[in-house]
C-alpha cells in the first residue's frame, strides 16, 4: 500500500525557516517523480515544486523560487521542503504528493497534510 | 502561466441526478489534465487523468472528456458520497496549475 506521511508542520514568524519532510513507503521511491501541493485556508490547490526521480531537476511556482528547495534521499524514501524567508502568504496545509509513473504530472498518492502556519 | 476556470463555482443536485463540471484552460493543454474529488480535511484524490482515464479504483459513474481548452467531469448518477470539492489541474507546461474548484453539495 502506497503511504505518504508529512511531519514538520509549525508556526513560524514571518523571516523564518521550516523544513517539511514526507516518508514513503509502499512503492519504488527512486522511479517516481515527487512533488509538494499546498492549500491556503479555506483556500484552493496551489503546485509548489516537483523533483525528477534521481533529484537532477526541480521545478517551483515562482512564488517561491528562491525561498524553497525540493530534495529527496532515496536511501531514505524521503522527500523534503525546505522553506526560508518565510512569508504570511505561505500559510497552508503542504501535501506531499506522488505523479503518477507515466511521469506526466498528474498526482496519483497523496499525504494528508501538514499545517504551516507563518505569523508573528 | 495556463489559467484553470472552472464552472460553475458552486453545484447543488440531487441523488441520481447527472452533473456536469466543466473546465477551461487559457492556452491548449490537450491532453495533460487531471480531475481530483476532495472531501473537507482530507486530501485530494485523483479521479482522472489525461482528460478521460478513470484512475483505478474510481466508480464508474465518473468520466472526464474534452480536448484542446475546453474540458469536463461527469458524474453519470450523483451519489450522496459524491459531496466533496472537484479540481482541474493542467500539466501541459510548467507552472503546473489547478481550477479554483467547483463545490458540489447533495440537495
Known amino acids: 500500500e502506497v503511504q505518504l506521511v508529512e511531519s514538520g508542520g509549525d508556526l513560524v514568524q514571518p523571516g523564518g525557516s521550516l523544513r517539511l519532510s514526507c516518508a514513503a513507503s509502499?512503492?519504488?521511491?527512486?522511479?517516481?517523480?515527487m512533488g509538494w501541493v499546498r492549500q491556503a485556508p479555506g483556500k484552493g490547490l496551489e503546485w509548489v515544486a516537483n523533483?525528477?526521480?534521481?533529484?537532477?531537476?526541480?521545478y517551483y511556482v515562482d512564488s517561491v523560487k528562491g525561498r524553497f528547495t525540493i530534495s529527496r534521499d532515496s536511501a531514505k524514501r524521503s522527500l523534503d521542503l525546505q522553506m526560508n524567508s518565510l512569508r504570511v502568504e505561505d500559510t497552508a496545509v503542504y501535501y506531499c504528493?506522488?505523479?503518477?509513473?507515466?511521469?506526466?504530472?498528474?498526482?496519483?498518492?497523496w499525504g494528508q497534510g501538514t499545517l504551516v502556519t507563518v505569523s508573528s | 502561466d495556463i489559467q484553470m476556470t472552472q464552472s460553475p463555482s458552486t453545484l447543488s443536485a440531487s441523488v441520481g441526478d447527472r452533473v456536469t463540471i466543466t473546465c477551461r484552460a487559457s492556452?491548449?493543454?490537450?491532453?495533460?489534465l487531471a480531475w481530483y474529488q476532495q472531501k473537507p480535511g482530507k486530501a485530494p484524490k485523483l479521479l482522472i487523468y489525461?482528460?478521460?482515464n478513470l484512475e483505478g479504483g474510481v466508480p464508474s459513474r465518473f468520466s472526464g472528456s474534452g480536448s484542446g481548452t475546453e474540458f469536463s467531469l461527469t458524474i453519470s448518477s450523483l451519489q450522496s458520497d459524491d459531496s466533496a470539492t472537484y479540481y482541474c489541474?493542467?500539466?501541459?507546461?510548467?507552472?503546473?496549475?489547478f481550477g479554483q474548484g467547483t463545490r458540489l453539495d447533495i440537495k
Open positions: 492556452q491548449s493543454i490537450s491532453p495533460w
Open positions: 489525461k482528460a478521460s
Open positions: 504528493a506522488r505523479i503518477g509513473i507515466a511521469a506526466a504530472g498528474d498526482f496519483d498518492y
Open positions: 509502499g512503492f519504488t521511491f527512486s522511479n517516481f517523480w
Open positions: 489541474q493542467q500539466y501541459s507546461r510548467y507552472p503546473i496549475t
Open positions: 523533483i525528477m526521480p534521481d533529484g537532477s531537476a526541480q
